[in-house]
Structure formats: C-alpha cells, structure tokens
C-alpha cells in the first residue's frame, strides 16, 4: 500500500478534524445553557401559608434558603448592629426573610406587569424604571414567561448608613441566587430571549429605608446582576 502524500486524503482528514472540533464547541455551549435539570421545588411566598395536601399526605416542606449574615465582628456585623440600635424590631434573619419574599414577589409581578405590587416594594426611582420596561415589552407585542424554582441563597453583602434631612438612611445590598425559568416571547409565542430551562441567577438587589421614620418599610432602591 502507498502511504505517499500524493495518494493519502489530507483534505479530507483536515475537514474531518475541524467538523469534530465545532461539534465539541457545540456540545459544551448548549450544555451550559440547558444542562441543569428542574428543580422540583416550589417557592412558598407566604410564610404563613400552610403545605398542600397531595393524595392525604402533606407536602415535604421545601429546602429553605441559605442565608449567610456577616460577623458581629466585621465591619458589615458591626453596621448591622447600629441598624438594631435604632430599630430594636431588627434582626439580619427577619430581614432576609423579608427579602426573600420580596424577591419572588417582584420577579412575578413584573413578569405579569402588576404595577400595583411592584409599588409595595419598589423606591419611586426603581417603579418608574420597571413602569418603563413594562410599557416597552407591552408596546412590542411582548410577554415574559418568569418561573422561580427555588430561591438557593441570600447574602448580606454590605451595608451603608447615612444621616439625611428626614432621618437616618440605611441601605443593604443582598446577593440572592435563584433557579429561574425565564423567557420573553413575541407576538407568536416563539423566544425572543432567555430560555426554557431552568438556569441559576445571582442578583445583588439594595434595599433601603429610614430607621426613624414611622412607617418606614424597606423598600428595592436597585438591582443588577451580579
């Protein structure tokens, strides 16, 4: 047999590598993408609300969030300590709490277009902002599919207190990572962005709110991806 250069396929095996190569590239883009499975927990909003009953048998509860509080030690502990001093009713757990409800309600009600809730919890800066998103996706013939699956983590990253004409200012920055299931779709029903599979989110959300001020609640000031 002649192995000789001018009778071997070198082309061939050349197109034959680099197919192999895009393929491979391929494989891990949409591994990522749509490589984690769902997760079969559903968000419980309401504190109080009690577990559906399925076939007699009360649900599992679900697995509840990690929260991860700074130190009294640190610099972070130490802020939240002067928060308390101010408003004995605060506690890092109680807020987180309320944040992780806050979380998944704003995430829906955006998703649905509820202006109504999003004034529950958003600053007026931060209303007029998602107003404006919402009004943009109506104007474009467009709605957005929004499933949290499960809220995994919240985070009390920092914290930052202010003396202001009205009062004291607060504002804590919580890092919350989520599996979400979430798409905008056109007119037709088809993806314009996102996808169908569940994928984890992590999101740094400020809250805010004057600590002596009656009836001061905290409120979302921002939100980015993080």
Same mark, same amino acid.
């Given at each position: 047999?002649?192995?000789?250069?001018?009778?071997?396929?070198?082309?061939?095996?050349?197109?034959?590598?680099?197919?192999?190569?895009?393929?491979?590239?391929?494989?891990?883009?949409?591994?990522?993408?749509?490589?984690?499975?769902?997760?079969?927990?559903?968000?419980?909003?309401?504190?109080?609300?009690?577990?559906?009953?399925?076939?007699?048998?009360?649900?599992?509860?679900?697995?509840?969030?990690?929260?991860?509080?700074? %130190?009294?030690?640190?610099?972070?502990?130490?802020?939240?300590?002067?928060?308390?001093?101010?408003?004995?009713?605060?506690?890092?757990?109680?807020?987180?709490?309320?944040?992780?409800?806050?979380?998944?309600?704003?995430?829906?009600?955006?998703?649905?277009?509820?202006?109504?809730?999003?004034?529950?919890?958003?600053?007026?800066?931060?209303?007029?902002?998602?107003?404006?998103?919402?009004?943009?996706?109506?104007?474009? /013939? /467009?709605?957005?599919?929004?499933?949290?699956?499960?809220?995994?983590?919240?985070?009390?990253?920092?914290?930052?207190? %202010?003396?202001?004409?009205?009062?004291? %200012? %607060?504002?804590?920055?919580?890092?919350?990572?989520?599996?979400?299931?979430?798409?905008?779709?056109?007119?037709?029903?088809?993806?314009?962005?996102?996808?169908?599979?569940?994928?984890?989110?992590?999101?740094?959300?400020?809250?805010?709110?004057?600590?002596?001020?009656?009836?001061?609640?905290?409120?979302?000031?921002?939100?980015?991806?993080?």
């Amino acid at each position: 047999m002649d192995f000789s250069l001018g009778h071997f396929p070198v082309d061939l095996v050349l197109l034959a590598l680099v197919a192999a190569f895009l393929v491979l590239r391929l494989r891990s883009v949409l591994g990522k993408r749509v490589g984690i499975q769902p997760v079969q927990v559903k968000l419980q909003v309401r504190p109080d609300a009690a577990p559906r009953v399925v076939e007699g048998k009360p649900e599992q509860a679900e697995t509840a969030a990690e929260f991860d509080i700074p %130190a009294p030690g640190t610099r972070v502990g130490t802020l939240l300590a002067d928060i308390r001093q101010k408003d004995p009713s605060f506690t890092p757990q109680q807020f987180l709490n309320g944040a992780q409800i806050a979380f998944a309600q704003v995430v829906g009600a955006y998703a649905q277009g509820n202006v109504d809730v999003l004034k529950t919890y958003l600053t007026p800066a931060v209303l007029s902002a998602f107003e404006a998103g919402i009004t943009a996706r109506t104007n474009a /013939e /467009e709605t957005q599919r929004t499933d949290v699956k499960a809220i995994r983590s919240l985070a009390i990253e920092d914290v930052r207190i %202010a003396p202001m004409e009205a009062g004291t %200012a %607060a504002a804590i920055d919580v890092r919350i990572v989520s599996d979400q299931i979430s798409l905008v779709l056109n007119k037709e029903g088809q993806p314009v962005t996102g996808t169908d599979a569940v994928t984890e989110f992590s999101d740094l959300w400020t809250f805010e709110r004057l600590l002596d001020v009656n009836g001061s609640t905290w409120r979302l000031a921002a939100a980015r991806s993080a």
